[in-house]
Structures are given as structure tokens and as C-alpha cells.
């Protein structure tokens, strides 16, 4: 668990490997995207080589980071259930933005509840882009579906795309306003101090783990 005295482990090496896969496959999907959105940047898609080489690569990108989720889901999901004590963070949400520490403990698990409420809005709206991108992938699937239900799914998919963009942008500015954890997701090791400060709860179990495997050992 621990690297040495100081630090801890928060996020394996594979959950690592798979959350920057999932960024660059992101990013590639999301320019090529934008580029067909709005015409005034329409230049953009020339990131994937060409803008006929992005219209093929798009659709697979957008299953590449579906399948990352799936995986980060797999992994993720029984830290970001709801739990009794997200109601004291939310409770005290402008102590946290103010990074005030101190009085009534938090009680914060290994994620907060934003990062929660943010973990389900991104498996939402992956879930929408996929649907709504198989229904109108012209190579193989769209001329099985009447009109009405293409242009359904090319509004759900822009709806959808540029939601999941600006919650990205909302995820990367909460990483980096608390300091410490791009390093966690890039090392996968945090301080204990960060541990304790950002997720209190999830500390004190770690803590208590290691405390009874050494009692174990005994
Ligand atoms: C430059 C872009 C990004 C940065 C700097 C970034 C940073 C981070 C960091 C630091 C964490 C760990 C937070 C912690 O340990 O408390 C994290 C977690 C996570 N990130 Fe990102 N991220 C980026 C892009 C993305 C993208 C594009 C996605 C998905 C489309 C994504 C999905 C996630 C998920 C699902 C988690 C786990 C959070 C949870 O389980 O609640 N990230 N990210």
C-alpha cells in the first residue's frame, strides 16, 4: 500500500494507463467533433491528418473512450455510490471552496460528492454518445433507422458531446485547484497530509487497515 512512510497509494498502474488513454482518445474525439459543430473552427480537424481521415476515426475514438469508462467504471464505481456523509460535504461546500479546514470533519470517503455527481454525469453522457453515435454511423448502421430517429440521435449526440466537454472542463479545473492530485493520477501516490486534508474518511480507513495488519502480524 504504501511507497514509504509518507505516501499512499491512490490510483494503480493500470487505472492510470487506462484514465490518459481516455484523455487523448477525449481530446482527438472532441476536437474532430467540435470541428463539425462549429464552422469557424472547422480547421480543427485537420488535428487527425486530414478532415476525411477525422470523420473515420471519430466514431472509433468515441468507442475507444467508452470502453476506458467501462473500465474506470468497473474500478470506481463502489467509491462513488451515494453515501449518508456526501450530505456534510455539500453541507459545507462553501468551507470547501474556501479551503477552510478545521471544526466538524467532513467525512469525505475516497471521492468527494462533486466528484460523484461528476463520475455519473460522465457515465451518462458516454452512454448517450454511444447510442446516439452507432444510430447515425452512416459507414454501417444509420440507413436502418427512419429519418425522424437520425435527426433524434444527432441532436441527443451534439446535446450530449458538448455536455460531457464542459463537465471535462469543470473535471480538469477541480484537478487542478486541489494540488496533489494531477501527481496522484500520474504517479498513482498522494501524501498522507493530502489524504487526510481532501479525503478524511478514506484516510482514517486506510489507516485503520494498516493498524490491525500490523496487530495481525504481531
Ligand atoms: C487533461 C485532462 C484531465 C485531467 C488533468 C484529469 C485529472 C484527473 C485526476 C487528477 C483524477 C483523480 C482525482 C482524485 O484522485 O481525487 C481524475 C479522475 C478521473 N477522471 Fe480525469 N482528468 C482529465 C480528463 C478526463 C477525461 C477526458 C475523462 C473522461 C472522459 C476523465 C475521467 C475521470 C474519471 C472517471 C475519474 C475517476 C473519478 C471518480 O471515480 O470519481 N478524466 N482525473
New binding site residues.
Given amino acids: 500500500m504504501t511507497r514509504h512512510d509518507d505516501s499512499i497509494l491512490?490510483?494503480k498502474f493500470a487505472e492510470r494507463l487506462c484514465?490518459w488513454a481516455?484523455?487523448l482518445c477525449?481530446?482527438l474525439a472532441?476536437v474532430s467533433g467540435i470541428s463539425w459543430f462549429f464552422p469557424t473552427v472547422s480547421w480543427m480537424s485537420g488535428l487527425l491528418g486530414t478532415p476525411q481521415l477525422a470523420r473515420l476515426l471519430h466514431p472509433f475514438l468515441g468507442i475507444a473512450?467508452f470502453a476506458?469508462?467501462c473500465y474506470?467504471?468497473a474500478r470506481?464505481?463502489g467509491?462513488?455510490l451515494p453515501a449518508r456523509t456526501d450530505a456534510i460535504w455539500f453541507r459545507r461546500i462553501r468551507d470547501v471552496l474556501m479551503n477552510r479546514h478545521g471544526g466538524e470533519p467532513l467525512r469525505i470517503g475516497?471521492?468527494?460528492a462533486g466528484?460523484?455527481v461528476?463520475?455519473w454525469l460522465?457515465?451518462a453522457s458516454?452512454l448517450v454518445l454511444l447510442v446516439s453515435g452507432l444510430v447515425m454511423w452512416r459507414a454501417y448502421f444509420a440507413e436502418y433507422f427512419p429519418i425522424v430517429v437520425l435527426r433524434l440521435a444527432i441532436l441527443a449526440h451534439a446535446v450530449a458531446g458538448i455536455g460531457?466537454i464542459l463537465?471535462?472542463l469543470g473535471?480538469?479545473y477541480l484537478?487542478?485547484w486541489?494540488r496533489g492530485?494531477?501527481t496522484?493520477?500520474?504517479t498513482g501516490y498522494?501524501s498522507r497530509a493530502w489524504a487526510r486534508q481532501?479525503?478524511d474518511r478514506w484516510h482514517g480507513e486506510l489507516e485503520a487497515k494498516q493498524a490491525s495488519a500490523r496487530g495481525g502480524e504481531q
Fill in positions: 491512490r490510483t484514465h481516455v484523455v477525449f481530446f472532441a473512450v476506458g469508462l474506470m467504471f470506481f464505481v467509491y462513488n475516497k471521492y468527494n466528484q460523484k461528476l463520475f460522465i457515465m458516454i460531457l463537465l471535462i473535471h480538469i484537478a487542478l486541489v492530485s494531477i496522484g493520477m500520474v498522494v481532501h479525503h
